[in-house]
């Protein structure tokens, strides 16, 4: 793994989501600090653990983007042109496709970490909210390599999971397993809240299911008026292809197809039990060699190819070739699916090789 810079943070926005993640940076070596624009927030943060001091640091040369959703491109914009072409800026919002069309810099790296709490700010901060989550990466034809494998790298160091895809494919992805998902738990949680007021014992029955179901319903609910806004066609398509398969399921329970309920069930069990896992060990882990042309584009092709095909990027590096217009990208992925990767990149006429590292 290349080296990480002189490793001096700013976080802007320090919430949940900031707040853990500058806890988590400075329990990994980093100077962090906060800048927030609630009174008193930067102050706590550094009295809670969430950084180093209060206020900007133009000498930091990572910055870190965790307002609102509405804010994240302005707030980008500023912390690119204060701490210059030279650091790598991210930022943490659920909805990527018009922060990156926004914000276009070259060290801008769009990101999503996917991990959360019920509880709100600083108060449910923790430094290992992100180990074992899903931190997804959104690179696109201008992003410069160095930025991405930065940011890469840090995700990393707070426990995450890299995964690379394209800011719209993230789009329609978060919508069907985030968006929805709690827009589902909140309609359940007031469906059965007003049912209560006619029945008192309903909510003294909602067992481990429904709590489940309706965890997430427990999240703050100030950001989802932006995300639904900004991510409107991906959430009403979803949607819609939820309330088809309900209808579908309602019309197999009114024919009494006990048959197909059960293979339905059993379909859905099996999804569920292959969610995946983390990270596999090291003597797992296959290294994919590239050699691309030196032009800009190549690095997000790879990446979010990886990404599309549900393979996780564990480790990356981009060797910049001192002869010539080409370079090397080094992916570590799983053994198990690194042949798949190096069959797609075959497709796109690139030279590669594979070597296990078990």
């Known amino acids: 793994m290349t080296t990480v810079g002189s490793r ?7 919430g949940l989501i900031g707040g853990s ?55 980008a914009q500023h912390l690119l042109a204060r701490l210059g072409p030279n650091a ?67 995700a990393a160091s707070l426990g995450a999971e890299v995964v690379a895809l394209e800011p719209e494919h993230h789009d329609a992805l978060v919508a069907v397993v985030s ?18 007021e006619q029945h008192a014992a309903l909510l003294r029955l909602a067992a481990g299911g429904f709590r489940d179901m309706t965890r997430v319903a427990a999240g703050h609910p100030g950001i989802w008026p932006d995300i639904c806004a900004q991510n ?9 292809s939820l309330v088809a398969a ?4 309602r019309h197999v329970v009114d024919s009494g197809r006990t048959d197909q309920l059960e293979q339905m069930l059993s379909r859905a069990r099996a999804a569920r039990r292959n969610l995946p896992g983390q990270a596999p060990p090291p003597e797992r882990l296959a290294e994919l060699r590239v050699i691309v042309p030196d032009r800009p584009g190549v690095f997000a092709q790879l990446t979010t190819l990886a990404g599309e095909l549900g393979v996780n990027l564990f480790d990356m590096e981009v ?7 080409q370079g090397v990208v080094i992916l570590v992925v799983s053994g198990d699916q690194a042949p798949v990767l190096r069959q797609a990149i075959s497709g ?11």
């Open 348 to 358: 796109l006429g690139m030279r590669r090789s594979l070597r296990r590292l078990g």
């Open 232 to 240: 409107r066609s991906a959430i009403v398509s979803s949607l819609d």
């Open 319 to 325: 060797a910049h070739s001192a002869e010539g217009p």
């Open 88 to 154: 790598t800026v991210t930022d943490v919002a659920g909805v990527k496709g018009p922060v990156l069309e926004a914000v276009t810099a070259p060290n801008f790296v769009g990101g999503h970490p996917m991990a959360g709490s019920e509880q709100e700010g600083l108060d449910g901060a923790d430094p290992d909210m992100f180990q074992g989550a899903t931190w997804v990466l959104t690179p696109t034809q201008v992003t410069d390599p160095a930025a991405f494998v930065r940011t890469s790298e840090v």
């Open 179 to 196: 968006h929805v998902p709690h827009l589902v738990a909140a309609t359940m949680m007031s469906e059965a809240s007003q049912a209560s």
């Open 8 to 14: 001096r943070a700013v976080v802007v926005g320090t």
């Open 21 to 75: 993640i500058g806890m988590g940076l400075r329990k990994a070596g980093w100077f962090v600090s906060a800048v927030d624009t609630c009174p008193g927030v930067q102050q706590l943060a550094v009295e809670c653990g969430a950084a180093d001091r209060s206020g900007f640091d133009d000498e930091a040369d990572l910055g870190v983007v965790a307002t609102p959703l509405g804010q994240v491109p302005g707030v």
């Open 246 to 249: 309900l209808l579908r399921v």
